[in-house]
């Protein structure tokens, strides 16, 4: 399949309808409403149901439903629109219901502004809706990721019968990029929970989120942790760049990393030793190379579309080893390779 | 690139290079008269604009006429009143950057009348191939009718833009041009162009290459 020109959005859209994604709810908000005008073109072609619902939160629910028949399903948001589906996302989590849930995010908190911005990450990674329940969070980096993270977010969401969340940010939203679209994959995951009509060859299967004995409810979280354990074990992506001699090491996801890689090359070529690491996922975030980066580096800088949200579980994952410096910018705004330059450079030079 | 008229509109499927050409067009049409205009009436897309150009295009000394709220954190869309200026003020040439698909084009519908009237228009359609929904003629002759359609202006020429980013190569090029051909005899247009980033444009032997700057922000690079 040759390579073709896509804004991000698109290829969230085209990459979930290749993975077998016939089911999208949504509600148009900026910067994310692309997924939804594809989709709107794209699955009546297919055969497939494209459903601009009367809100936000209609569009959630729906997504419960699809997903209790044991269908591949998705939504797709902005900031204020993924606030507005917490319950639900939390109800899929309570009901133990694989879907994708993409956050196209802007600046907050309210209605903010419609320019990118990685302020959601504490609502995406630390819950969000109610009850002890995760996400399995993905960040992409490029519009070639946002095309394969779609579908690897729908695989890990039915193997470990967990919503998934794709978690980017208006500029990767909206920027056009070369992609190699994903295969064409007939969606064949078993799914003996779901609701499909007995025929009555077998127990009818309940999807449900309510237990009224308290004991059951606690074996249902214990449970449940244990499988986030697992995906906590077995799940964690990261990139390294230029890590191994790195002296200064900048921790960044999705459009702050690229950002850091121009800022890396300018350290390196000042002789300045820095290294990256780009969480892929941010839940389960990738803590034992952080811990072990801890060892060898001065110090860590996270950058960050926020106030500094990432910096926290830098903190806890080197268990406060090395100093942590934030260098960020909000509103909409993007950090400069000049400003995280001079934050690496700060770390180097020891003056924070 | 010659006989240009008074009013050139660019206007193609949603992320076709209509801004980026309509950008680099008025820099050439600068180059033949005194003044200039372009005018940005994508209310469409809040991201990408000519604004991002404004430096460039000032310094150029071309007139900009854009939305009041572009690059900011209004999503409204809204076109200042100057544009009636752009189409009525005949004494100046105008590049009209449309928004894309027939979304875009329906903030032409008002502004139409007087442009049809005036009759010294080139109504541009703007071809990329490598766009996943216009991979063939057909459907870029679809997108074509509904943008028409919409904005109630007729086409009268055809662009080829056809582009993979940094991965263009002269093989994307050469296909887009005879999908792009394919494109004016189904319509009965002319090809008035192909339009190459500068780093290849010495490397295509094509009729009509129009070498243009690619606008890049610098969080787009690696």
Known sequence: ?352 | MNSFKRVSLFAGHYGSGKTNLAVNYAIELKKHFYRVVIADLDIVNPYFRTKDSAELLEKAGIETVSPEFANSNVDLPALPSELYGVVQNRHRYAVLDIGGDDRGAYALGRFAPYILEENDFEMIYVANFCRPLTREPEEALEVMREIESAGGIPFTAIVNNTNLSHLTDEKTVAEGYAKSKRLADMSGLKLLFTSVEKRLAGNIDLENVFPIELQRKYYEIL
């Open chain 1, 1 to 352: 399949m040759a390579k073709v020109l896509m804004k991000g959005n698109e290829a969230i859209a085209e990459a979930a309808i290749r993975a077998g994604c016939r089911h999208y709810f949504g509600y148009p908000i900026t910067p994310q409403t692309e997924v939804a005008a594809y989709m709107a073109k794209r699955m009546p072609k297919i055969g497939g149901t494209f459903l601009q619902a009367e809100s936000e939160i209609s569009a959630i629910n729906m997504v419960y439903g699809v997903s209790s028949a044991g269908l591949r399903v998705m939504t797709s948001s902005s900031s204020p629109g993924v606030s507005l589906k917490q319950e639900g996302i939390s109800y899929l989590a309570g009901s133990d219901l694989p879907a994708l849930i993409v956050n196209v995010q802007r600046g907050g908190p309210g209605l903010g502004g419609i320019q990118p911005s990685q302020s959601d990450y504490f609502q995406a990674t630390k819950g969000g809706g109610h009850g002890d329940y995760h996400l399995i969070v993905l960040a992409p980096a490029s519009v070639q990721e946002m095309a394969d993270l779609t579908v690897k977010a729908f695989d890990l969401a039915d193997k470990y019968r967990m919503p998934a969340m794709l978690l980017a940010d208006g500029t990767m939203g909206q920027m056009m990029e070369p992609v190699e679209l994903p295969e064409e994959c007939a969606h064949s995951v078993d799914k003996p929970w779901a609701l499909t009509g007995t025929q009555g060859k077998r127990e009818h299967n309940i999807i449900n989120s309510l237990y009224l004995v308290p004991e059951q409810l606690e074996e249902k979280n214990l449970e449940r942790y244990e499988r986030y354990k697992t995906v906590e074990r077995d799940e964690v992506m990261y990139e390294e760049y230029m890590l191994d001699d790195a002296d200064v090491c900048v921790v960044a996801f999705g459009i702050a990393a690229r950002v850091s890689k121009n800022a890396i090359t300018a350290a390196r070529a000042k002789g300045i030793k820095a290294g990256l690491i780009r969480p892929i996922t941010l839940y389960p975030f990738p803590k034992d190379i952080i811990r072990k980066t801890a060892e060898n580096v001065k110090g860590f800088v996270s950058v960050e579309l926020s106030m500094g949200q990432m910096i926290d579980d830098i903190r806890l994952a080197e268990e406060c080893k090395k100093p942590v410096t934030l260098c960020s910018r909000v509103g909409g705004m993007i950090p400069s390779p000049e400003e995280v330059l001079k934050a690496i450079e700060d770390m180097e030079g020891g003056k924070f």
